[in-house]
Nanobody, 129 residues
């Protein structure tokens, strides 16, 4: 069982900044030490489907949504199993619930190491005057 705990959401004015954090803890059936490949941030606004914001692999290959390029920065601390999202120059259209996720490797099988995806509880980010 793996848990992802998010923090850092809140209310900010347009043009402001917020920093989200997400820490993973727990274990899979393979042991107490987590092996995490990709971590990422997704967001969902009312009436819209969840969309990818940014992802980062264990070797720090990064992908951003076009809408946040140049404004958001994703990073991670592997020993702490933590992923961050620094959000600058925030716009009202960034308002959404932000979810972190982590792809965790499970026990080896004949087909290789399966991946299990876990999600954080969500953090509300509201950009408004």
């Amino acid at each position: 069982q793996v848990q992802l705990v998010e923090s850092g959401g809140g209310l900010v004015q347009p043009g402001g900044s917020l920093r989200l954090s997400c820490a993973a803890s727990g274990s899979t059936a393979s042991g107490s030490i987590l092996t995490i490949d990709t971590m990422g941030w997704y967001r969902q606004a009312p009436g819209k489907e969840r969309e990818m914001v940014a992802t980062i692999t264990s070797t720090r290959n990064i992908n951003y949504a076009d809408s946040v390029k140049g404004r958001f920065t994703i990073s991670r601390d592997n020993p702490k199993n933590t992923v961050y999202l620094q959000m600058n120059s925030l716009k009202p259209e960034d308002t959404a619930v932000y979810y972190c996720n982590a792809d965790v490797l499970g026990p080896f099988t004949g087909a290789g190491y399966p991946t299990y995806t876990y999600w954080g509880q969500g953090a509300q980010v509201t950009v408004s005057s």
